[in-house]
Structure formats: C-alpha cells, structure tokens
C-alpha cells in the first residue's frame, strides 16, 4: 500500500479534459439512429509474451495465440465476407512479423488496419518503451503491407498523456481506448489543443472477458446465451440513446467455435434491425471530422 502522502499528487480534476461528445447524426439521410464500430484486436502469441517474455517457451500457453493465424482469423475473414460487412483490425507488430500471410489476408479482404503496438505493451505513464513500441509498429505496418494506420487502439487498452500527445504527433486520425462516453469526441491535450478524436470502446462486448480462460488468464467463461442476451440488450438500449457501441473482438476467441455462432448471430441482430451503421474506425472517425468542421464553419 503506498504511503498517504502519495494520494497528495493525484489532481483535483477530471482526467479527461475533454467536454461531453457532442451529438452529431449518424448519416445524412439513411435512417441510422446508431453506430457500431466493428473492430478486432489481432495480437496472436503477443498477448501472452506481453505479460511474461518467458511466456515464449511455454508452449500451449502459446498456442492459444498461435490459433489466431491457424484459424481464427481466416474463419472471422469468411464470416465478414458471408455478411458483406468490413471491419477494423488492429493489430500488433509482432503479429505482422511473426504472421504477414495472415496480415495481409485481412488488407487483401478490404479490412481497415489499426496500430496496435508491437510487443502489446502496457503504455503506463513514464515507461521508457512507449515511443519505440509506436516507432516499430509504424514500421512493420508500412514495411509488410504498406500501410499507414490512420486508427490507433492501445494495447491493454491504457493511455496516458505522452502517448496521446504521440498520436497527434504522428497524424493519426482516431484512437480507440477510452471507456468514458458512448459517442465519439475529441481530445484535449495538456496545452489546451486538440487532439485526435477517440471512438470509446464498450467494455461489454470485449469477447475476452466473457469467453478465453487459461493458467495465465483465468475467467469464467459464460455461456452463448448469456452473452448474446447482453450484448442485445445493450444494442437496443444504445439504439434508444442514439449512440455507438464499439466491439473489441478477438480471433483467438470469437475465432473457435464456441464463440463464433455466437458472434454470427449478433451480427445478423444488428444487421437485421435496420437503423444501425455498421462501420469501420476510419469511416466513423472521419463522418465526426465532416460534421465537426461543419459546425465549425457554421460558428465561424
């Protein structure tokens, strides 16, 4: 336990400087009333060599990450295909290097491609590695696929001032990281300017939480019914509201098959209901720039 004196740093004030996301419309004339970011975090054998480098030789624990390559992301590819629905993935440097067939499946389908780290590293404030991490993962990026992500999603999803200032810095349109609000808006930074705009990530509909059990990872694992009654539930609610929910899927977990109907039948909900955009990073976080510039001019 720290000592009390160390709670006399902590800022009286809200983290995030930013006011409430303002509410812009979806799409112009298309009847959507909500959004949803359909996104996929691919960080295959990274997420477990993150938490321990020695993780490397532990083989099974491994193999768990090691399934995203094998058959996870090609299944995840075929059913987005089956839907006609693209979608972001984000994915570490490491899994570009270790897997490029499978990264470049996923650019060859039209998929948008996210920065996602390298080694999927906690970012915490004051870490040495933070900007050698968004370095290499730029370079594997455009290196392998020549890709320049315009979308960033931290690994573990942490953030702090050095990085968001990162972001900015680089020309990056969008992060997708923060859990505090339910429609898109854009940063402040520590000076007062603008940041990148974020897109917040719903926690609920992280598949790892409900659906991946290991030694190093243990949860329990909740069945079908459950989740998709949830994951319904909240799209309605999302649906009344006219707000965005933003999926953090992964196909070391929403790849097998446990998981994958699941997923299925969600996406057909959302697709059936008729009045929800379902889009990439890209798509949303630009449709806020246009909007945001818009009323801009207006006040201008």
Same mark, same amino acid.
């Given at each position: 336990?720290?000592?009390?004196?160390? *709670?006399?740093?902590?800022?009286?004030?809200?983290?995030?400087?930013?006011?409430?996301?303002? &509410?812009? @419309?979806?799409?112009?004339?298309?009847?959507?009333? %909500? %959004?949803? #970011?359909?996104?996929?975090?691919?960080?295959?054998?990274?997420? *477990?060599?993150?938490?321990?480098?020695? /993780?490397?030789?532990?083989?099974?624990?491994?193999? #768990?990450?090691?399934?995203?390559?094998?058959?996870?992301?090609?299944?995840?590819?075929?059913?987005?295909?089956?839907?006609?629905?693209?979608?972001?993935?984000?994915?570490?440097?490491?899994?570009?290097?270790?897997? =490029?067939?499978?990264?470049?499946?996923?650019?060859?389908?039209?998929?948008?491609?996210? /920065? $996602?780290?390298?080694? /999927?590293?906690?970012?915490?404030?004051?870490?040495?590695?933070?900007?050698?991490?968004?370095?290499?993962? #730029?370079?594997?990026?455009?290196?392998?696929?020549?890709?320049? =992500?315009?979308?960033?999603?931290? @690994?573990?999803?942490?953030?702090?001032?050095?990085?968001?200032?990162?972001?900015?810095?680089?020309?990056?349109?969008?992060?997708?990281?923060?859990?505090?609000?339910?429609? @898109?808006?854009? /940063?402040?930074?520590? +000076?007062?300017?603008?940041?990148?705009?974020?897109?917040?990530?719903?926690?609920?509909?992280? +598949?790892?939480? $409900?659906?991946?059990?290991?030694? #190093?990872?243990?949860?329990? &694992?909740?069945?079908?019914?459950?989740?998709?009654?949830?994951?319904?539930?909240?799209?309605?609610?999302?649906?009344? *509201?006219?707000?965005?929910?933003?999926?953090?899927?992964?196909?070391?977990?929403?790849?097998?098959?446990?998981?994958?109907?699941?997923?299925?039948?969600?996406?057909?909900? %959302?697709?059936?209901?008729?009045?929800?955009?379902?889009?990439?990073?890209?798509?949303?976080?630009? $449709?806020?720039?246009?909007?945001? %510039?818009?009323?801009?001019?207006?006040?201008?």
């Amino acid at each position: 336990m720290p000592e009390h004196k160390s *709670w006399a740093n902590v800022p009286l004030a809200p983290a995030n400087k930013a006011p409430p996301a303002p &509410i812009f @419309p979806w799409t112009r004339g298309r009847g959507f009333r %909500a %959004a949803m #970011f359909l996104s996929f975090d691919v960080d295959a054998e990274s997420a *477990w060599t993150s938490k321990d480098p020695a /993780h490397a030789e532990r083989l099974v624990t491994m193999s #768990f990450g090691g399934y995203e390559a094998r058959v996870g992301t090609p299944k995840l590819l075929e059913l987005l295909r089956d839907l006609g629905l693209k979608a972001t993935f984000f994915i570490t440097g490491w899994s570009v290097e270790a897997h =490029p067939a499978m990264a470049e499946s996923i650019l060859q389908e039209g998929h948008e491609i996210g /920065h $996602h780290g390298f080694h /999927h590293l906690l970012p915490d404030p004051g870490d040495p590695f933070i900007q050698e991490e968004l370095e290499r993962g #730029f370079s594997s990026l455009k290196r392998r696929l020549g890709v320049v =992500p315009v979308g960033y999603r931290a @690994p573990f999803g942490e953030s702090c001032e050095e990085l968001l200032s990162s972001l900015k810095q680089h020309g990056m349109l969008y992060s997708s990281s923060w859990r505090d609000d339910v429609r @898109p808006y854009r /940063h402040v930074l520590a +000076d007062g300017s603008p940041g990148v705009i974020e897109l917040p990530v719903t926690s609920s509909y992280d +598949d790892w939480m $409900h659906g991946l059990s290991a030694r #190093f990872s243990p949860r329990t &694992i909740l069945p079908r019914e459950h989740v998709l009654s949830m994951w319904k539930d909240e799209l309605d609610e999302v649906r009344d *509201w006219g707000a965005m929910v933003t999926t953090v899927l992964h196909p070391q977990v929403s790849g097998r098959p446990m998981r994958f109907r699941l997923l299925r039948e969600f996406l057909e909900y %959302a697709m059936g209901v008729g009045d929800v955009w379902i889009a990439t990073g890209r798509e949303i976080a630009e $449709h806020f720039a246009n909007c945001e %510039a818009s009323v801009q001019r207006l006040d201008g």
